[in-house]
């Protein structure tokens, strides 16, 4: 079975953050959730991706004015660049989803998306649509409002280009044509299933003040964004400082802000505005005039509520829980009263100090196999609760009783796993995505930050008479001597991986040539044999294909020898391991940072096979890591030895013995010591040696504040983003055109995503350039690769996007980078 049916669960209401389960919040935070229980209202602020929301408004808006904030972002920045690692594409994109969840739950807002695929840096919205489908994004963007009914949506970029990245002008051009389209009961219908019509009474701009363009205006319509929360003992500067910070793969580490601070807005369409945002908008319960009623005893329990005895709330709390569950309301009121139900049963929880958690013996878990799962309950409040039960899975227990104050209950029980549930992997990603679009073709699921729980428990209380249900997602707990007890998210993964230790394989001869598959057992006692499936014509070679591994978490790796006959060939092939009449061919990609939860992909990962006439030269590279990228991994493929160089290593070796030495993407901006090796760096070019230096930047991260060759040039912002855009090559005669392979335009075809970022400009007369290229309508420009002679050696800082190009597998960015590094 290439892919299992997937067993649809509840999900928890509470944020499971792959860390800690944070069931219980302080007195603080349970006052600012009562003044939300008594507000309603919602904005939704939209824009292309994550780290462009203005998280001092979004924390403001949470907590200040108390209203549910909801952040659009189009696309998940799968096509952006990484400073922690080498993830690229859908990886980056599971990295950056997680990291907005981590800022949501710093400044109180939600997450939603759309279908849109980060497909790189876009100069603008034409180029954009050409990309995207404009009609399928757009409607996920008035999905979007028909399903949180904001009264208020702001815009963080114009329609008009101030914003500069082609998705951003793209993002306020789909909002403002959502904003009217979302009342109209012609325009996409086929949503009633799930979603009515809705008017959001006003839209804005959220003018800005940076990056040297100043787009605000003093009649514009301005609030004060930086008053102090006492409740949450942070300002609201304090807190979006605290809330960007968690976009580390960017970069993003901000300071926090105090005192005031102003944002702007630009009112674009809907009811004028005088005053505020809000101008015409209850956001108190007499909104609704059947439950006006409802604002008296939620001012008295916030003006009675004790944080010291937050339980005795509850009676009160309880009771309008009562009322809203018997009131029948309209559409409008009802929406309200669904999410404050819910609010309710997270108030009730916190106020009675209700600790509820359900862990698994095991990590990994596979359909069809089992388990044993421990719950525990305790409730840290002197309170009125009565455990009805604890449901496993639709399996009932027996326990039941009355809590007692700070005494844990405890219960065990073996379980079946469903045969049909849900892998543990992203949902946005279980088919593969084509046109700049993930396929997500159901409204439940659609718009989702993340996978819903594979597993839960359901626990039922009564509380001051009222049965109250909790959904509880099943983890896996453990502690580690350094940082002590934590949470990992349930994996439930198919009962066999197998995954390539390469995804391409580059060859320029009829040898054979070994391929490895790493293939993982899920459970004990699994027996299997390697297949492939290729695209064209391949000879390969199994090398002992069939395996038995007894134990569950037992590995094995298999070779494939490949042989291509043929002059030239550019096809795939595709493992798969066929037991007892079923096959398995996803393979399993792990991300694992400390900063957000362990996360993995589970993809079919072809392998690309390649042959072309590529000729090597040299034998020894030198790597300095960067921000990180596969680069040496595929010199590596090649054939080449790749020492990783440190700076101990680059100041106290003899760096003769290399023929080259690579600096990985962005190595001056991570590694802010490198510039102390970079005397030693231009001594080894001057002796006779090769430097290549990939892009860095020339911004606040990572600055480069001394100088990486031996000549000055300055980094700047210029890129070409199309990546079929034509190249000009200025001296055909060159030695880097010509050694060891004959670099022609062929060699530019079939490019993924752009031509190349950061390129260099300012040039020292020394510097010499290769080529010019250019995104349509635009000037060329020529400082994508430039070199230098230095004393018997070379220079040479590119530009081009090789991190990107050879791990997809180009070959023509393959001859041209090894031509960079051949004397």
């Known amino acids: 079975m290439f892919r299992r049916i997937f067993y649809l669960i509840s999900f928890y209401c509470c944020l499971f953050c792959g860390h800690l389960i944070q069931a219980q919040v302080p007195s603080s935070q349970i006052l600012n959730d009562l003044h939300k229980l008594n507000t309603v209202g919602t904005v939704l602020y939209i824009a292309a991706h994550p780290d462009d929301e203005n998280t001092r408004l979004l924390s403001y808006l949470a907590n200040e004015r108390h209203v549910r904030t909801v952040y659009l972002s189009l696309t998940r920045g799968d096509g952006g660049q990484n400073l922690i690692g080498s993830e690229q594409g859908d990886m980056l994109g599971v990295i950056r989803t997680e990291e907005l969840l981590a800022a949501r739950r710093t400044d109180g807002a939600e997450q939603w998306f759309t279908r849109a695929v980060d497909f790189g840096y876009s100069k603008n919205p034409d180029e954009t649509f050409t990309h995207w489908d404009k009609k399928t994004i757009l409607g996920d963007v008035v999905y ?12 963080r970029f114009p329609t008009t280009g101030e914003g500069g990245h082609g998705h951003h002008t793209a993002s306020a051009l789909l909002a403002v044509e959502a904003f009217d389209l979302a009342s109209d009961p012609n325009a996409y219908p086929e949503q009633f299933s799930s979603v009515q019509v809705w008017q959001p009474k006003r839209i804005f701009w959220n003018t800005f003040n940076f990056g040297g363009n100043n787009t605000t205006a003093p009649e514009q319509l301005k609030i004060d964004v930086g008053s102090y929360n006492s409740m949450l003992g942070k300002s609201y500067g304090e807190i979006a400082a605290e809330s960007r910070s968690n976009h580390k793969s960017q970069g993003f580490g901000s300071s926090a802000q105090r005192g005031s601070i102003i944002e702007y807005f630009k009112w ?24 006006a009623k409802l604002n008296k ?31 029948q309301a309209n559409a409008d009121a009802k929406f309200y009263i669904d999410l404050k139900l819910k609010a309710i049963e997270n108030l009730v929880q916190s106020c009675a100090g209700l600790w509820m958690e359900t862990i698994s013996k095991e990590l990994q878990l596979v359909p069809g196999g089992g388990d044993q799962l421990t719950a525990q309950i305790v409730m840290r409040n002197p309170a009125n609760i009565q455990l009805n039960s604890i449901n496993f899975i639709d399996q009932d227990t027996l326990c039941s009783g009355n809590l007692q104050l700070n005494q844990m209950l405890k219960f065990t029980r073996k379980i079946s796993v469903p045969t049909n549930i849900y892998f543990s992997d992203p949902y946005w990603l279980r088919e593969p995505h084509e046109n700049s679009m993930h396929a997500v073709n159901s409204y439940e699921m659609l ?75 899920n459970v004990d006692d699994f027996e299997g044999t390697l297949n492939l499936k290729s695209t064209k014509k391949l000879n390969f070679t199994f090398i002992s294909p069939s395996f038995h591994l007894t134990k569950k978490g037992q590995e094995i790796l298999l070779e494939v020898r490949v042989k291509v006959k043929s002059a030239e060939y550019m096809g795939s092939i595709l493992a798969y391991i066929v037991s007892e009449g079923n096959e398995y061919n996803l393979g399993i ?86 510039y102390l090796c970079h005397d030693k760096l231009m001594q080894y070019v001057q002796a006779g040696g090769r430097l290549v230096v990939q892009y860095n930047t020339n911004s606040r991260v990572g600055p480069i504040n001394a100088g990486i060759g031996p000549y000055k040039f300055t980094i700047s912002r210029n890129r070409v983003t199309v990546e079929e855009a034509p190249v000009t090559f200025l001296n055909d005669s060159a030695r880097l055109l010509n050694y060891p392979n004959k670099i ?12 190349g970022i950061y390129f260099a400009t300012d040039l020292d007369s020394n510097y010499h350039t290769l080529f010019q290229m250019n995104d349509p309508g635009e000037k060329p420009l020529d400082g994508s690769l430039i070199y230098a002679q230095y004393g018997n050696g070379t220079f040479i800082y590119t530009g081009l996007a090789f991190f990107r190009e050879l791990p997809a597998g180009v070959p023509g960015a393959y001859r041209l980078f090894i031509n960079l590094i051949s004397r």
């Not at 945002?277 to 059947?290: P, Y």
């Open 144 to 155: 979007a409002i028909r399903k949180f009914r904001p009264d208020v949506i702001i815009c």
């Open 297 to 327: 005893p939620l001012d008295a329990i916030i003006k009675k509520f004790n944080p010291a005895h937050p339980e005795l709330s509850l009676k009160p709390l309880v009771a309008i829980y009562k009322q809203l569950k018997s009131l």
């Open 589 to 674: 990609q792990r991300i694992n940072y400390d900063h957000i939860p362990h996360r993995f992909i589970l993809t079919s990962q072809e392998v690309s096979i390649i042959k072309t006439d590529i000729q090597l030269a040299g034998k020894r590279i030198g790597y300095i890591e960067g921000a990180g990228d596969a680069v040496a991994e595929c010199l590596k493929g090649l054939g080449y030895e790749v020492t990783e160089l440190s700076n101990d290593l680059i100041l106290n070796s003899d760096l003769s013995i290399y023929d080259a030495i690579v600096c990985g993407v962005r190595a001056f901006n991570t590694n802010e010591q490198l």
């Open 447 to 521: 718009g989702k930050p993340q996978s819903m729980a594979t597993l839960y428990s359901n626990y039922k209380c009564t509380i001051e008479g009222v049965e109250f249900s909790f959904d509880i997602p099943v983890s896996y707990k453990t502690t580690d001597p350094v940082k002590g007890e934590y949470y990992i998210p349930l994996e439930v993964l198919p009962p066999i991986t197998i995954t390539p230790k390469q995804n391409v394989l580059l060859v320029n001869d009829s040898l054979a040539h070994s391929l490895f598959f790493l293939v993982k057992s």
């Open 268 to 291: 674009l369409k809907g009811v004028p505005v005088q005053n505020d945002i809000f101008d015409g908008v209850d956001l108190k319960w007499s909104r609704f005039s059947e439950l």
């Open 744 to 755: 022609t335009s062929k060699d530019f075809d079939s490019w993924i995503q752009e031509r």
